[in-house]
């Protein structure tokens, strides 16, 4: 009953992210695959479900397959469970959880135990990110930050950064806007 597989899938999220990888409008798809701009809208925005017949030439308008865009497509579900892991990593060990499974509009992970300080990340979202356990010293845009147990720190998208477990058993949980998303407004050039 709580299983996500059990549940429709859509479409039209998987139909949205493709086309705009492959830079595409909804005018362009229309004019390849037949079909009209409304009704590729409405696709996209899960508010008709395409024939498969419709589905195929949606697929062969974006180069790809029928199959290829139901397996990327998203659970209708609005409920996932993720269980903890029944193993409690060795002490010392480094681990890494995802939170939140499959293709989803955000992203969350819970790592425990050591982590690699040297290594430095830029994502083009926003983040959270919250000590349950521990402390951590984070470098973000030149300036240290030290946090203990129950302290948040926001990155928003852009932002270099890195991080590192200063006492032992920390737990930190990254929770972030899913790089797909488009949720930074990107600069054009010219634009002040």
Same mark, same amino acid.
């Given at each position: 009953?709580?299983? *996500?597989?059990?549940? =429709? ?8 992210? &493709? ?8 005018? !362009? !798809? ?7 701009? =409304? ?9 008709? @479900?395409?024939? @498969? ?5 949606? #697929?062969?308008?974006?180069?790809? $397959? ?6 990327? #497509? ?14 409690? =990593?060795?002490?010392?060990? =480094? ?27 830029? *994502? @083009?979202?926003?983040?959270?990110? /919250?000590?349950?356990?521990? #402390? ?5 845009? +030149?300036?240290?930050?030290?946090? +203990?147990?129950?302290? $948040?720190? /926001? ?6 950064? &890195? ?7 920390? &737990?930190?949980?990254?929770? #972030?806007?899913?790089? *797909? ?6 600069? @054009?050039?010219?634009?002040?």
């Amino acid at each position: 009953m709580g299983d *996500h597989k059990e549940q =429709p899938l859509r479409v039209g999220a998987a139909v949205r992210r &493709r086309r705009r990888a492959l830079e595409l409008t909804l005018a !362009v !798809v229309a004019e390849r695959s037949g079909l009209s701009v =409304p009704f590729l809208s409405q696709i996209e925005n899960e508010r008709a @479900r395409p024939s @498969r017949g419709s589905l195929e030439k949606v #697929a062969d308008a974006l180069r790809t $397959t029928a199959v290829e865009l139901l397996a990327a #497509a998203d659970p209708a579900c609005s409920v996932d469970v993720v269980r903890a892991d029944a193993q409690e =990593p060795a002490p010392d060990e =480094p681990r890494v959880r995802s939170l939140v499974r499959g293709h989803q509009q955000l992203h969350a992970m819970e790592f425990a135990g050591d982590h690699d300080a040297g290594r430095e990340f830029q *994502h @083009r979202n926003d983040e959270l990110m /919250y000590v349950a356990d521990g #402390a951590v010293e984070i470098e973000a845009e +030149g300036r240290a930050h030290r946090l +203990g147990r129950g302290d $948040t720190l /926001y990155l928003t998208g852009g932002v270099r950064h &890195r991080w590192r477990a200063t006492v032992p058993d920390t &737990r930190v949980i990254v929770v #972030a806007v899913a790089e *797909h998303i488009e949720a930074v407004q990107q600069r @054009r050039r010219g634009d002040t």
